[in-house]
């Protein structure tokens, strides 16, 4: 069964700081790699997308990585700011499955001044 | 643009009710999408449209109808509520099928007591 998993559920950290959230899945075969944020009582927002031959893409101070042989990737936040407390999503995509994709649990994070 | 519109926000029903939860468009796009949110989970595909007059099952329709009443609009019906089907609800279109973004709207929580 394709599955997502997201690491840590939840961290807090202080504003300035840097952090990094994990993604580890089992999708196959695998298509393409997302990253996506969702404010509290909001629709997800597409941040990143990754597809097989990427090992790491930036959108501003987001900088997403993947590695495929191992199933992981990764999305740092370099000096976080108050506005980016909120959950991230991995999200993964199957070969040939369209949008059906495979959504993570998320990680909620919260920056703290 | 509005981008993806969902209405209602919020809703109360009571076992056995029935109500239907609107989504409109307005990017032009082909493909829309309606997810359930549960507190700990990834978001799960309930129904999609790949393109107008189609309609597919996702991972979790049971319970559930929908109407892609036209290119921009997608609704989803709850012809009988019951209290597990107590979730936020999201619906999210893409320009194709197997467009690597999806757009979401604001979401619309749902309570079945």
């Known amino acids: 069964k394709n599955q997502v998993e997201q690491s840590p559920q939840s961290l807090i950290i202080l504003e300035g700081k840097n952090c990094t959230l994990q993604c580890n899945y089992t999708v196959s075969p695998f298509s393409n790699l997302r990253w996506y944020k969702q404010d509290t009582g909001r629709g997800p927002v597409s941040l990143t997308i990754m597809t097989f031959s990427e090992n790491t893409k930036s959108n501003g101070r987001y900088t997403a990585t993947l590695d495929a042989d191992t199933k992981q990737s990764s999305l740092h936040i370099t000096a976080s700011q108050l506005s980016d407390s909120a959950s991230y999503i991995c999200?993964?995509?199957?070969?040939?499955?369209?949008?059906?994709?495979?959504f993570g649990g998320g990680t909620r994070l919260m920056v703290k001044p | 643009n509005a981008g993806v519109t969902q209405t209602p926000k919020f809703q109360v029903l009571k076992t056995g009710q029935s109500m239907t939860l609107q989504c409109a468009q307005d990017m032009n796009h082909n493909s829309m999408y309606w997810y359930r949110q549960d507190p700990g989970m990834g978001l799960r595909l309930i129904y999609y449209?790949?393109?107008?007059?189609?309609?597919d099952k996702g991972e979790v329709p049971n319970g559930y109808n929908v109407s892609r009443l036209n290119k921009r609009e997608f609704s989803l019906r709850l012809e009988s509520a019951a209290p597990s089907q107590t979730s936020v609800y999201f619906c999210?279109?893409?320009?194709?099928?197997?467009?690597?973004?999806?757009?979401f709207g604001p979401g619309t929580r749902l309570t079945v007591t």
């Open positions: 449209s790949a393109s107008e007059g189609t309609t």
């Open positions: 999210a279109s893409s320009e194709i099928w197997d467009a690597p973004v999806q757009y």
């Open positions: 999200v993964v995509s199957a070969d040939n499955a369209g949008n059906m994709l495979t």
